[in-house]
């Protein structure tokens, strides 16, 4: 790339070139319907179910438990509304966090809306669910639990082994958003009390579009998309099997770094908190320090200034970050998960995610943390809120 520095990694990656090469036969020479008998369509069918397989290993899942679609928020959307409709009978509640992405609260939210009762967890002021709390909200009637790996936002890692461990125990169903921490964190679903777990490529260097549900083996849950009989009559359309193929190469390239690029990106994210709560001050980190953090998520609030006005000067510099999330940018809602972890609507404007990526480098890091306390300085002199 150029001199620009990316650091918008929680939003989406660049498709990196192994993936892409990978990729690209199957948009022309490999073009076959893997619905087809004749020998155009079987060469597909081998190149998705290796793909399936490949992904089902990096999990620690069997293949038949992988299910593709489209996006994340389409396995988010499957995964609580398949549930919900194929054991309705059980009961009719389900329990989510208040820090959820909304691909999951505006699904629960729809559910509400068609008679199903929902239970939003608050989390502390670093962002955690608590599992006392969990455990106390699981009714006779619960059927499910939607709680994420680890927050696009603040980057919290939640305890998922001990809230699916209380699931369990309690017979409930467990589902995992694992969309921004697949790649990122080892995610091994022979250990993991979890049910259904969603992933997207795009998150981890493949392309967008192509996203996975790991359904155990025996879970049940309804199709949400009607037609063909494609992924054992579950879920209808025909197989996106370039980026297929593209997914199951960047998650086995992002497993097999995974260890080494958790490292290197930890120090760098660490540089550039301790940079900016030094550099700057009325500055605050939001969500924890340490491993219970993703390792390459930075989220701070900067008073006094609107978190819009950083990233516009931010873009001038040819430096990408974000405000909160990304569907919230732009709109003037402040973030529901700065909110929930207990920030004023003032300082929730003031916040700024710099999500760190394979390619960033220390000088790249070193050059944020010049220019943003200038940019911060510039503004603070121009806000009616700042006294000095
Ligand atoms: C990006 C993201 C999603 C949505 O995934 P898409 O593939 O972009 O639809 C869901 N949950 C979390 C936590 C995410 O970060």
Not at 25 to 41: D, I, L, R
Not at 160 to 173: H, Q, S
Not at 212 to 233: D, F, S
Request: with cysteine; glycine share 8%; proline share 4%.
């Amino acid at each position: 790339m150029s001199d620009k520095i990316y650091l918008d990694h929680a939003a989406t990656t660049a498709v990196r070139q192994e993936v892409l090469d990978a990729m690209l036969p199957f948009f022309t020479e490999h073009f076959g319907n893997p619905m087809s008998v004749h020998s155009f369509g079987r060469e597909v069918t081998k190149a998705v179910e290796a793909s399936r397989e490949t992904i089902a290993n990096c999990l620690g899942a069997e293949p038949k438990e992988i299910m593709f679609t489209s996006s994340g928020t389409e396995a988010d959307n499957w995964a609580i509304r398949g549930f919900a409709q194929a054991n309705s009978k059980n009961g009719q509640h389900i329990i989510t966090s208040s820090i959820e992405h909304h691909a999951v609260l505006h699904t629960c939210e729809q559910l509400e809306k068609e008679g199903f009762e929902v239970t939003y967890l608050p989390v502390d002021s670093e962002g955690f669910v608590d599992p006392k709390n969990l455990e106390e909200a699981i009714r006779p009637d619960t059927i499910l639990v939607s709680i994420m790996h680890a927050n696009n936002e603040i980057g919290t890692i939640q305890p998922i082994e001990e809230l699916g461990t209380i699931c369990r125990d309690k017979k409930v169903a467990f589902h995992v958003d694992a969309v921004q921490s697949a790649g990122v964190l080892p995610i091994n679903l022979k250990e993991l009390p979890v049910d259904m777990l969603s992933l997207s490529a795009h998150k981890f260097y493949g392309p967008k579009g192509i996203a996975a549900l790991y359904v155990k083996k025996g879970t049940r849950i309804k199709p949400i998309i009607y037609g063909g009989g494609q992924e054992r009559g579950l879920r209808a359309g025909t197989h996106n099997h370039a980026a297929i193929v593209g997914m199951a190469k960047a998650l086995e390239l992002a497993i097999s770094e995974q260890e080494e690029y958790a490292k290197k990106i930890t120090d760098l994210r660490d540089m550039l908190i301790d940079g900016i709560l030094e550099k700057i001050p009325h500055t605050r980190l939001n969500g924890p320090r340490g491993d219970k953090r993703l390792p390459n998520n930075v989220n701070v609030s900067i008073q006094y200034i609107e978190g819009e006005g950083i990233l516009l000067h931010l873009d001038m510099l040819g430096i990408a970050a974000s405000s909160g999330s990304a569907c919230t940018s732009g709109s003037l809602d402040p973030s529901h998960v700065l909110l929930a972890i207990g920030l004023s609507h003032e300082i929730a404007h003031g916040s700024l995610r710099l999500s760190l990526g394979r390619e960033n480098t220390e000088e790249e890091i070193k050059r944020v943390l010049e220019v943003l306390p200038k940019i911060v300085k510039n503004l603070r002199a121009m806000s009616p809120l700042y006294q000095g």
